[in-house]
């Protein structure tokens, strides 16, 4: 018999309400989570009483869905959802039911909801109300839907992404009613809004199996909601680094990355710019020459339409454009590479290029590894002797400058920069003394502009 431990403040909300004379019960996911062994993140809980009468048991209420029968709990800072059993209308925009009805009957409720494993319902005084065999597809770690694939589907699209990310993050197979219908319906999902996509997007590519984004891809949905994908899934790459199409490599590089929601879309976009550059030389090579830049601006038009945060975007964008950097194995030109991707990404850097590594050539990779084990050392010796890295790290600033009879204007700069193209040569330099000395060398020379953007070694695969 299956026992769920239900946490005091949920099981306190089922007690009022069966003290009460009504049904209730904690279900879907926080029962799929449980028998699994898994931590829930939410307990919500259905019930036979009417919005109205769950808001008149209880002190604080929030009227978090109250037309679709749910209203949030609040017991502290905690909020339960507690819904009424419900039955819905029609569905007209992929979503929301027109209108819904209430019922008494929990069989009624649990047969609208999405998939099986997510239709259990659960009380101590009932045990688990299993009507559709949530728990036989749990024990062989299946992804069905309840009733009729294409009716769920129907209702919200949305749960065409939903399924493959749960596969990914529970590592289930997609029945194959389901997968069919998610074929024929995935045009659906240009429909659902773009934030909608992001969230499940997102929690599909930090599961433990990112590179089941393949099953969006074989099942159309990246044709709908990404198809810059399809176009790298096709993408030769005859050379000597590569034995995989870019976008086999793409799938190899997210599963090589740890689970964060920066670096896996890092992954996913780092190569989509190698449609655009692809050359083939007489020998029959491949080549993608500047690759990065275009993905980098692939990747923010698709982050642009997916309405991802900026920070997000910046930080995702800094990378795509920067992972085929491979600066010479030096102080000064890993010096050089961190200040133009940012000593605060460098380390994230490092992460992409190792996951970058790991998607190539067997027989490239040793080679390549030796190399980032040199490179990752020269950088521990770096952070570790608190080398400088910005103008901001410089022990002099624009206001000493201004002490020592410097104007205000763009010669400030011009000084400020040619002083840390000083200290990236030679790290020593930064000390005060030193760098007044050497602003009034060169502001006597005629200050002229220096730049310290120069680009380390970039390999062209």
Known sequence: MTYIVIPEKA??????????GYEAYVVGGCVRDSILGRTPGDWDITTSASPQQVKALFARTVDTGIEHGTVTVMDGKDGFEVTTY???????????????????????????????????AYSHETGLVDEFGGLEDLKNKVIRCVGDAKERFTEDALRMMRAIRFAAQLGFTLDESAKEAIREMADALAQISAERIQVELIKLLISPRPHWFRLAYETGITSVIMPQFDRIMVQRQNNSHH????????????????????????????????PEVVTTSEDGKDHFKGHAIYSEKIALKIMQDLKFDRDTMRKVCILVRNHSLYPQ?????VRRCAYQ???????????????DIMAHNPDVIPGKLDYLRE???IWLDIRTHG?????????????????DGMQPGPELGHVLNYLLEQVLDSPEKNDHETLLAMSRAYRENGCSDVSVERKPAVDND
């Not at 194995?329 to 030109?333: D, K, M, P, Q, V």
Request: proline share 3%.
């Open 375 to 377: 490179l990752e050392r």
């Open 387 to 403: 080398d400088c890295l910005s103008q901001k790290e410089l022990h002099i600033t624009g206001n000493d400058l201004i002490a």
């Open 11 to 20: 099981e306190k909300i089922l007690d009022v309400l069966h003290r009460e």
């Open 86 to 120: 419900r039955i819905d209308g029609v569905y007209e925009d992929c979503r929301h039911p027109k209108q819904v009805t209430f019922t008494r009957s929990l069989t009624e409720d649990l047969r609208r909801r999405d998939f099986t494993i997510n239709a259990m």
């Open 243 to 274: 034995i995989y199409t870019t976008g086999e490599h793409t799938l190899v590089a997210l599963r090589s990355i740890p689970s964060d929601r920066v670096l896996r879309l890092t992954m996913l976009f780092h190569d989509m710019g190698k």
């Open 329 to 333: 194995l030096s102080g000064r030109e």
């Open 341 to 355: 991707i940012g000593p605060e990404l460098f380390d994230s850097f490092l992460m992409v290029k190792r996951a």
